[in-house]
């Protein structure tokens, strides 16, 4: 994050009150910094670099709970290996493969 970019930075009551009324008197500048924001917070915070991230978390959990399996990794998993195991027939590579149908609805 930019101060002047992305954000303006006021710690004292007249530094804040002067960079408000200077944001209300430069509509331009107030446009460029709300789209710059957006757009940065969008690339680090929306819903795809948080699902990439999330689904990063599942798949690391799934090859250190393969390791105690045999080697064998969790997301390898089959519906056959599931119910074998005991485990829910969703198994893990299931819900893997159904997660980026699921993220494709936030796409413009």
């Known amino acids: 994050m930019t101060p002047g970019e992305h954000i303006i ?5 007249a530094d804040f009150a002067a960079a408000v009324t200077d944001l209300l008197d430069a509509p331009d ?3 460029r910094l709300g789209t710059a924001s957006q757009l940065l917070v969008n690339e680090r915070y929306g819903t795809e670099p948080i699902a990439r991230q999330f689904e990063s978390i599942c798949l690391q959990t799934l090859r250190r709970a393969g390791a105690g399996n045999g080697g ?3 997301h390898d998993a089959t519906a056959s290996d599931a119910s074998r195991d005991g485990r829910d ?3 893990a590579w299931e819900r893997r493969a159904a997660w980026p149908r699921a993220t494709a609805v936030s796409r413009k």
Do not use: Q
């Open 9 to 13: 930075l006021a710690d004292e009551p």
């Open 89 to 91: 027939n969703a198994c």
């Open 72 to 74: 064998r990794s969790g």
């Open 29 to 31: 500048r107030r446009a």
